[in-house]
């Protein structure tokens, strides 16, 4: 019997024992992850690039607000009608080449961006079939999945 009371006392304490360890290390965990993300101070991708759109006639003009620190791809940026990639021209644009440890040399646009395409090669599609595609990254800290916008 002794061995048995003592058998579970030794049981108890240690699922104690392990309870703390798992508490304290999900709690550090949680906290410190916090804390460094905060640190970074990195913003949502619609914070980061403030996306707009509109139709005017025949042209589809979209454009991005870019918060400093922050940058676009320029081999990302698509705009499609179905499956179908349409040209696209600059309007305003402020580009530099960057060694991305990812994409090597990468040609990137901050500030501001704006495009337009024509729709005159479209035939019967709706806006909701045009997407606007794009990636971009906050400096040396992070780097956004692709974003895909429908009009």
Known sequence: ???HSHSFFYNNESMY???LLYSFVFLSGFIFGKVQFA???ILTVDEAFIFSSKVENTKIIVSWNIKP???LYKKSIFIKANTDSLKY???SKNQSTISDEFFGESIIFKDFLEIDANLLQLHS???KDIKIIYQGCAEGKY???EVIKSL
Do not use: A
């Open 69 to 71: 620190g922050y940058y």
């Open 125 to 127: 599609l709706e806006r």
């Open 1 to 3: 019997k002794q061995f």
């Open 39 to 41: 640190e970074k101070d």
């Open 89 to 91: 021209n600059y309007i």
């Open 17 to 19: 024992l392990k309870s």
């Open 143 to 145: 780097c956004y999945p």
